[in-house]
């Protein structure tokens, strides 16, 4: 009891003492260029000038081929140090030997390069270089669990224990690297808290295998609670409805940054389970909650796989996929030029348009606005002659789109087959129309082959008016729109 008495107070006491002396030394070295061998010893010690240490962002990528040597690195870590009245200390960069522990149990070392810092009072701001994060060989199942507590847990604590090298601009005395400035910090960190809930976003696609089982290719969004970023690369989660096992979910190329993550998770449904061929016949009746599940399976990197197979998260799709919404319109800002002298059914008009991503950040690779069955296209709206063809979309090349930000392209688009001197009060009318608005209104039919976020799958997307929720779209025209009636004897 008495040694436990007298522990704190001593503890105190030491840290005043190093303080003192440590202050004593800064100001030494600032105003003299010296660092005597008594000041290398006291800046060495554990709680010295390093008081505390926030990590308000770290990034680890777990798909390194060495499982137990991921990377990792923060772009922003603040570490709390001694105050020195009247002093600020010039450290211009730092690099960093450190030990992560968890729970008392010693994980692994990392060692950066050097990193621009700035000291503001006694706090020094500064980040960690891409470092190569070596775990022990007889700490990888602690590394498991390191993995496990930032997953699962809402708060998790580490501990950061080392040195650092500094170097410090003295002016007329130059620049001098004072090393093995030591540290031992307790660091809390948000985790994911086990992303829990997975909120369905949009659903991208349904296709069929050969062999029966069907696949959701579906948006869904991971809000990441944390101040971590983290690269986990492919992972899947086995999937169960609340009648049992239906199959797995696969997400590819994984990347949780903090805040909202829409990424596709691909479903398959295994036909052969009673509680898969169930979802359908019950989708359209209610909501359906599904459960993923971490499993043996889960990653292909063992590390990872230990520290995932304990997360469970839910997702509920809504009562026939009701309530889902593209981020935004694929398209905006349509034009229509004629081209003159042309005879060529499929080249007599050029259409310009912007295309956006309608995926929630999401790139998009415009494979062919042209769907395999040759259906999309644009009918005319409000215009006195009826709602008529105005074109139909060829095969074009590829678009790409970003992710955010626009593309704009332009096109050959057909004309209608029925095109000529029989449809020429139509086209008239048409013309009519355009003379007086400037535009064209139509309704889109658009069923293009696009292939969204990289992932090699194409897909045949509806982005016509019942998808994008957009009745109706205006096509602007120019002066040259009322040549296309000297175009129609081409085509008697």
Known sequence: MAASALA????????????????ACFIGLIFTGSWPGKCAAAVSVDIGLITGITLNQLSMDFTTSNAYAPTLSS??????????????????????DVLIADSNNQIGTFSSGWASSSVSGSS????????????????????????????????????LKGSVDAKLNLGIFGTMTIP??????????????????????????????????????????????????????????STASVDGFVGYSTIKGLTLAPGNNYVIATTTLDNKQ?????????????????????????????????????MVSQMTIPQAFAGAVMSQAPYKNWSIKVNSGVTDR????????????????????????????????????????????????????????????????????????????????KWQ????????NGYITVALTSLPIVVVDNDGVQRNADWG??????????????????SILDVIPNFA
């Open 8 to 23: 704190a107070p001593i503890e105190v006491e030491k840290r005043e003492s190093t303080s003192a002396i440590l202050s």
């Open 75 to 96: 772009s922003d870590l603040v570490a709390s140090m001694i105050s020195i009245p009247g002093i600020t200390l010039p450290i211009s960069s730092i690099r960093q």
């Open 124 to 159: 020094l701001k500064t980040t960690i270089p891409t470092s190569t994060f070596n775990v022990f060989s007889n700490s990888q199942a602690a590394f498991g669990t390191f993995i496990s507590s930032i997953a699962n847990e809402e708060t998790y604590a580490l501990t």
């Open 180 to 237: 093995d400035i030591g540290f031992d910090a307790n660091v809390p960190i948000a985790g994911l808290n086990g992303l829990k809930v997975i909120g369905y976003t949009y659903l991208l696609s349904t296709t069929f295998s050969t062999t029966g089982n069907i696949g959701l290719g579906v948006i869904v969004n991971l809000p990441n609670p944390s101040k971590l970023t983290l690269n986990l690369g492919d992972v899947s989660f």
């Open 274 to 310: 009673p509680a898969a061929n169930k979802i359908f016949s019950s989708i359209y009746t209610s909501n359906v909650t599904l459960t993923l599940t971490g499993y043996n399976a889960t990653s292909s990197n063992a590390a990872l796989n230990a520290g995932l197979a304990s």
């Open 346 to 425: 499929t080249k007599v008009f050029t259409v310009t348009a912007t295309f956006q991503s309608p995926y929630y950040g999401m790139p998009v690779e415009i494979v062919n606005l042209q769907d395999a069955n040759k259906l999309s296209a644009a009918q005319t709206v409000g215009i006195s002659s009826g709602n008529s063809q105005l074109f139909a979309f060829e095969s074009t090349s590829a678009i790409s789109v970003p992710g955010t930000g626009s593309t704009t392209a332009s096109f050959n688009v057909a004309l209608p087959a029925t095109f000529g001197n029989k449809t020429l009060s």
């Open 429 to 436: 009318a048409f013309v009519d129309f355009a003379n007086t």
């Open 465 to 482: 008016a019942s998808a994008t929720k957009i009745p109706t779209v205006n096509i602007k025209t120019g002066s040259d729109f009322a």
